[in-house]
């Protein structure tokens, strides 16, 4: 046993020995990178240019100044579902500005930041009618062999201005050389000015059939006369607008920033959000930006 255990020992002692002597590569050990990660933790701020496109959805801008113009009226349910108008497209140019604060783990970088855009003239407006007959309506209950078809016009108007946004996001993103891909996402805040106005116009046609009997010696004669009645309904007209709405929505994208020299990066981000419905109007947003910053 004893053999044994000296055996062993002088055994390790000489691997030991010649494990000093082997390269550093051979013993596990790599030649330190040449590009070590660049510090980006602390406070940042810069400014931004870029470019907006939006889609604007009026589809239902209607909706509910029909529904109270209408109110407990058998017209309320079926034209409250007209699609007066359509989605339209805009687009524009805007910069601002952006503040935040990165921490730095190893090669993963998480912060948050505020971001404010300025977009000029992203703005889009309809206009149209249309007119349908509406006929026996669930709640009108026509007397036996009337049938009762309301011949109504639904035309109006509406606007909305996208002003200025603002986001507060998280992001995260991992450091490579002087390079840091990021994702981020958080919430939205939007100026906005929205108009609509709706109109409804229209008359009740009343059609039926009134049959006479004649007896003419031993002879029945049926006859049988159709009668159509109008009668008008009373004009119905509502309008709202707001200067300054203010409308709040969630914001996702990516970016990537590269540090120019000393602490001035550069970013390039693009930038999706979208909005709680304003007015009945569904807004969404596609940016793309360039920018310029210091990181503190």
């Given amino acids: 046993m004893r053999r044994f255990l000296l055996a062993a ?21 790599l030649p330190a990178s040449s590009a070590p990660t660049r510090n980006w933790d602390g406070w940042y701020a810069g400014g931004e240019i870029g470019y907006t496109s939006a889609d604007m959805d009026f589809g239902h801008t209607t909706a509910t100044l029909t529904n109270f113009m209408l109110r407990d009226s058998v017209l309320q349910a079926p034209i409250g579902q007209w699609s007066l108008f359509s989605k339209n497209h805009a687009q524009a140019t805007g910069f601002g500005g952006f503040v935040g604060r990165n921490y730095q783990w190893d090669d993963l970088v998480f912060g948050v930041e505020a971001n404010y855009n300025y977009v000029n003239s992203l703005s889009s407006s309809v206009t149209n009618s249309m007119s349908r007959g509406i006929v026996n309506p669930a709640g009108s209950n026509p007397p036996a062999g009337h049938t009762y078809t309301y011949n109504m016009t639904l035309a109006g108007n509406a606007a909305l201005q996208v002003k200025d946004v603002m986001t507060f996001r998280g992001r995260a993103g991992w450091a490579y050389d002087n390079f840091l891909p990021y994702i981020f996402g958080g919430v939205a805040v939007g100026r906005m000015s929205v108009s609509r106005q709706a109109s409804v116009t229209g008359n009740l046609q009343d059609d039926y059939d009134v049959t006479t009997t004649v007896v003419v010696g031993s002879t029945t004669i049926n006859n049988t006369v159709h009668h159509t009645d109008l ?12 200067a ?52 503190f």
């Fill in 244 to 295: 300054n709405d203010f409308v709040v929505g969630w914001t996702g994208g990516l970016g990537l920033e590269y540090m120019l020299w000393g602490n001035v990066f550069m970013r390039g981000e693009w930038e999706y959000i979208k909005f709680v419905s304003v007015k009945d109007t569904a807004v969404t947003m596609n940016s793309a930006r360039l920018g310029v910053g210091y990181k």
């Fill in 9 to 29: 020992a002088v055994f390790g002692l000489a691997c030991g020995a010649q494990a000093a002597d082997m390269p550093d590569f051979l013993r596990g050990s």
């Fill in 231 to 242: 009668y008008g309904l009373t004009p119905l007209s509502q309008t709202e607008a707001r």
